[in-house]
């Protein structure tokens, strides 16, 4: 799970994207119990007050939620996790295609370009 | 739980002959943080670190550790990194670890073995035969293998090459408890921003920024080296 950060973007909004896909890529399982502030921080290389931070943002989104002195969970709710993968998907999308609209190609095109792409 | 500040300066002065070499620092430290203490050279930042260790005599204001006015009392809880070893060369590390296990009682003598044998440092070695890189990372362990509540660490990546700059700061972050502070100062930030809190800016003697980290980044859309670069271009 090492990672490099970007030191111009604050470094709890980068924990917050990798923890987002691993929520979305199913690192870390619907109802499947979190490693400790301390595990994350440690793996991650960062301080652990930022790595807090992070998964109090997470817990605000409600993607994951803590129970009393057992420590954080992943959210038991599938279709949230669904959502965010949508969303983060669209995302991704949107990016290629504004992409592509650069170099002066229209949609048709770029879904063309995608089917070339060979798996 | 207390509202005493682990670290509190209050309207700190020092001079020499004369010369303000620090002008009225506030500055106030809770526990379980990161700051860095960043500045060009000549800044003031060592002369700041040494009146907290009680190396040198405030003119005015007064610096208080868990409370308390520094003095012996403080030296027991602050494990500190000068930017110059104090340590004779003549002596083996193994020595030194001894001396450092009967000089103070939070010593953790396995802890330091065990990273001195991570980082490849044989303990049967005098300082004196060692690289400069080297003598730097025995000192930092040594400094790091105290169970304290404030640990400073002035310039603790100066002499040593990137790898094993990670490997400091990997250290660092994986000694340092729950309520113990750590404050480094540097002018190597891009090397050591990703683990820091709070940085707190000096120059000329003075305070100029003190922010989180992170609320820095958001407002500067910028790195901390950035930021630090432009406030201080010559």
Known sequence: MEISFDNNIPIYIQLLEYMKIYLISGTFKSGEKLPSVREFANTFKVNPNTMQKALVELEGMKLIYTERTNGKYVTKDEKLIEKLKDEYAMTLAKSYFQGMKRIGLGKADSIKYLEEIDE | ?234
């Open chain 2, 1 to 234: 739980m207390s509202n005493i500040k682990l670290l509190e300066i209050k309207n700190l002065n020092k001079s020499f002959d004369n010369k303000e070499i620090l002008k009225d620092i506030n500055l106030s430290v809770s526990g379980g943080k990161i700051i860095g203490l960043l500045g060009k050279n000549g800044a003031g930042k060592t002369t700041l670190i040494k009146l907290i260790n009680d190396l040198l005599t405030p003119t005015s204001g007064e610096i208080l550790i868990n409370g308390k006015k520094v003095g012996v009392e403080s030296k027991k809880i602050v494990s500190y990194l000068p930017e110059r070893t104090y340590l004779n060369k003549q002596m083996k590390v193994s020595e030194v670890m001894k001396y450092f296990k009967d000089f103070y009682s939070d010593f953790d003598y396995d802890k330091a073995e065990k990273l001195l044998k991570d980082l490849d440092l044989d303990i049967n070695k005098p300082l004196s035969k060692m690289s400069k890189g080297m003598q730097e990372k025995v000192q930092l362990v040594l400094v790091m293998s105290r169970k304290a509540k404030l640990y400073i660490l002035d310039e603790p990546l100066g002499g040593v090459d990137p790898a094993t700059r990670d490997y400091i700061l990997d250290t660092i972050l994986s000694n340092f408890n729950e309520n113990a502070s750590v404050i480094i100062s540097t002018h190597l930030i891009s090397d050591i921003e990703r683990i820091l809190d709070e940085v707190v800016f000096i120059d000329k003697g003075k305070i100029v920024l003190q922010s989180e980290a992170d609320k820095l980044r958001n407002k500067e859309k910028s790195s901390i080296d950035e930021i630090f670069r432009r406030t201080f271009k010559c």
